[in-house]
């Protein structure tokens, strides 16, 4: 199978979880308690504004025009309404998405940035000291929740070093004096792009602490695959041979077997990033992060069912699209992926 018949099957493969994910939030919608009209209008709506609002949302047409206009409208980008914030959920998401994708894809890349070196130096190193302080540190990584972690970590660069802020994405000095302009949401992106260096650095301050925290569970668990596969790989006949043709150390364990240790660890890695996105709820909460975790509290906490239906569809976009560029990235590293026995992926 070539790579556009593969990258093809995966595009297919993701439109079919995508489509599932619009089945499924609709059915929930739908029968779940509670009148989303008067969800949306309150407890002492008149039934004169409940019709309009029923009207307006589409709630008294069939079922299937229903579905219809659903999938019609989520593909334009119409989200629906927050019952809370009497605003479209879209706008809403321009705001809090940014927040927590700046922190995961750093929390993310600096989980792989420490954990690939550290898991493929515990493995050249088997058994001796390096190996067994990080294999004890891993696990602790893993063991410990994210909250506790959280309130260390400001117990100690805070409240005792003060070095580092102690939530927030902004110093509310840097807000009246030096606004950041937004362009992408991302504030480090869009301060250094305008040239507002001096809210670049208290946006980089601000977001340390929580990427650290973030980044604790995923570089624990990458540092363990990869350590994993890099003994398996180290003991395979081509390695023994490199060594034998005199190739240096380094070039056998980070040019030769790390491309193909490293495909399990971006396996995990992608699963670990699209769960962060909603799975960093205590840690937004701990640093007063306003992103999506905090955004869903709120929503469950009010009942806000389009909120949560509309963060999944996001989500699920998400998690597809990184799916597919792992998949892309594993594919380039091992052919095999793409195309098996007989021609067949």
């Known amino acids: 199978m070539s790579r556009g018949e593969y990258l093809l099957r995966r595009l297919g493969f993701g439109l079919f979880v995508l489509l599932g994910v619009l089945l499924v939030t609709f059915v929930v919608s739908r029968v779940v308690p509670g009148d989303p009209a008067r969800l949306y209008l309150g407890p002492r709506a008149s039934p004169e504004a409940l019709a309009q609002v029923r009207e307006r949302l589409g709630l008294d047409d069939p079922l299937p025009k229903q579905f219809v206009k659903y999938v019609a409208s989520t593909l334009q980008g119409d989200l629906g309404y927050s019952f809370r914030t009497k605003r479209p959920i879209i706008e809403d998401l321009k705001v809090r998405l940014p927040a927590t994708m700046e922190l995961v894809i750093l929390s993310t890349g600096l989980a792989l940035l420490v954990g690939v070196p550290v898991g493929v130096l515990g493995a050249s190193r088997r058994g001796k000291g390096f190996d067994q302080v990080s294999r004890i540190l891993t696990i602790a990584g893993v063991s410990i929740p994210a909250f506790w ?18 939530g927030g994405r902004v110093s ?3 807000q009246l004096h030096h606004p950041i302009q937004m362009i992408t949401g991302f504030y480090l992106i869009d301060a250094a792009v305008t040239g507002n260096w ?13 990427a650290c925290v973030l980044a604790t569970y995923p570089l624990s668990l990458a540092v363990r695959m990869t350590r994993a596969s890099m003994v398996e790989v180290l003991s395979e006949v081509y390695v023994t041979a490199a060594r034998a043709q005199g190739l240096s150390e380094r070039e056998i364990l980070f040019r030769l077997a790390l491309k193909n240790a490293i495909v399990p660890t971006l396996t995990i890695m992608g699963l670990v990033f699209a769960y962060s996105i909603t799975g960093a709820v205590l840690v937004e909460i701990v640093f007063t992060w306003p992103g999506m975790g905090s955004y869903m509290t709120d929503a469950i906490l009010n009942k806000d069912i389009y909120v949560l239906f509309a963060v999944t569809l996001v989500v699920t976009v998400i998690y ?23 021609g067949e992926a």
């Not at 972690?149 to 102690?166: E, I, K, M, N, S």
Request: no cysteine; hydrophobic share 65%; net charge neutral.
């Open 149 to 166: 972690w959280a309130l260390l970590l400001q117990l100690v660069f805070f409240l005792w070093l003060g070095l580092l802020p102690l």
């Open 172 to 174: 509310q000095d840097i």
């Open 198 to 210: 001096i809210a670049w650095r208290d946006a980089a301050l601000h977001i340390l602490l929580p």
């Open 320 to 342: 597809i699209f990184v799916n597919l560029l792992v998949d892309l990235v594993q594919a380039a590293l091992d052919p095999r992926i793409r195309i098996g026995r007989g």
